[in-house]
C-alpha cells in the first residue's frame, strides 16, 4: 500500500462565495486563482490551489448544533513569532480567535469563518513528528489531551523578553510532572 505524500486541498460548499474568499484570502493571506460566481480556487503558496468553495446551489445552513462529522482544517506556521504576527494583524482586521491554546505538540489559535467551519492556525513545538508522537505518549498528554488556554498577549511579552521557544512551548501542567 502507499501513502499519500501531502494533503492538496480543502473544499467548501457555500451559499456566501465572496464573503468566503475575501475571509480566506485575509487569513492566509490567499490570492484567488481562478474565481467565477459558482466556484472559487485560492492558494497560498505554489499549490495550484489549497482551498476551493463551490456555491453551484442554495445549500441548507449550517446546523446550530455541533454534529457528526468534518471538525476542522489547521494551517501550520514556521515560527511562533510568525503565528503571533498573524494573530495581531487578524485581530487589527476585527477577526477575532474563539480559543488559544497550547495543546502540547502545538500552540493553536482557533477562529471560525464566514460560514461557521473551524480554522485552525498552529506552530509546531517539535521540529521531529516523532518527538511530538513521543510526547503524546506521555502523562502530560494522557491527563490532558486537549491543552492549556492562552493568552496571545502573554506569548508575545514572553518572546520580546527573550525566553527561549522551547521554554514557550512547554505546557504549565507538563512543570507538575
Same mark, same amino acid.
Given at each position: 500500500m502507499?501513502?499519500?505524500?501531502?494533503?492538496?486541498?480543502?473544499?467548501?460548499?457555500?451559499?456566501?462565495?465572496?464573503?468566503?474568499?475575501?475571509?480566506?484570502?485575509? /487569513?492566509?493571506?490567499? &490570492? =484567488?486563482? #481562478?474565481?467565477?460566481?459558482?466556484?472559487?480556487? *485560492?492558494?497560498?503558496?505554489? $499549490?495550484?490551489?489549497?482551498?476551493?468553495?463551490?456555491?453551484?446551489?442554495?445549500?441548507?445552513?449550517?446546523?446550530?448544533?455541533?454534529? /457528526?462529522?468534518?471538525? &476542522? =482544517?489547521? #494551517?501550520?506556521?514556521?515560527?511562533?513569532?510568525? *503565528?503571533?504576527?498573524?494573530y $495581531?494583524?487578524?485581530?487589527?482586521?476585527?477577526?477575532?480567535?474563539w480559543?488559544?491554546?497550547?495543546?502540547?505538540?502545538?500552540?493553536?489559535?482557533?477562529?471560525?469563518?464566514?460560514?461557521?467551519?473551524?480554522?485552525?492556525?498552529?506552530?509546531?513545538?517539535?521540529?521531529?513528528?516523532?518527538?511530538?508522537?513521543?510526547w503524546?505518549?506521555?502523562?502530560?498528554?494522557?491527563?490532558?489531551?486537549?491543552?492549556?488556554e492562552?493568552?496571545p498577549?502573554?506569548?508575545?511579552?514572553?518572546?520580546?523578553?527573550?525566553?527561549?521557544?522551547?521554554?514557550?512551548?512547554?505546557?504549565?501542567?507538563?512543570?507538575?510532572?
Open positions: 502507499t501513502a499519500p505524500t501531502r494533503l492538496s486541498h480543502i473544499v467548501h460548499r457555500t451559499n456566501e462565495l465572496k464573503v468566503m474568499c475575501d475571509w480566506y484570502c485575509a /487569513v492566509l493571506e490567499a &490570492h =484567488v486563482v #481562478f474565481a467565477n460566481d459558482r466556484i472559487a480556487f *485560492l492558494t497560498y503558496d505554489d $499549490e495550484h490551489h489549497r482551498i476551493a468553495f463551490a456555491a453551484t446551489a442554495e445549500f441548507a445552513p449550517r446546523p446550530t448544533v455541533p454534529t /457528526v462529522g468534518f471538525y &476542522h =482544517v489547521a #494551517f501550520t506556521y514556521e515560527t511562533l513569532g510568525d *503565528l503571533l504576527d498573524t $495581531e494583524r487578524l485581530l487589527a482586521a476585527g477577526i477575532r480567535p480559543r488559544t491554546i497550547n495543546h502540547g505538540p502545538t500552540m493553536s489559535f482557533y477562529y471560525a469563518d464566514p460560514d461557521g467551519n473551524d480554522v485552525e492556525l498552529q506552530v509546531d513545538r517539535f521540529k521531529d513528528p516523532l518527538d511530538a508522537q513521543t503524546m505518549h506521555g502523562t502530560a498528554f494522557a491527563n490532558n489531551p486537549i491543552g492549556i492562552v493568552r498577549e502573554d506569548l508575545r511579552r514572553r518572546l520580546e523578553d527573550g525566553e527561549p521557544f522551547d521554554s514557550i512551548m512547554v505546557r504549565e501542567d507538563e512543570l507538575a510532572l
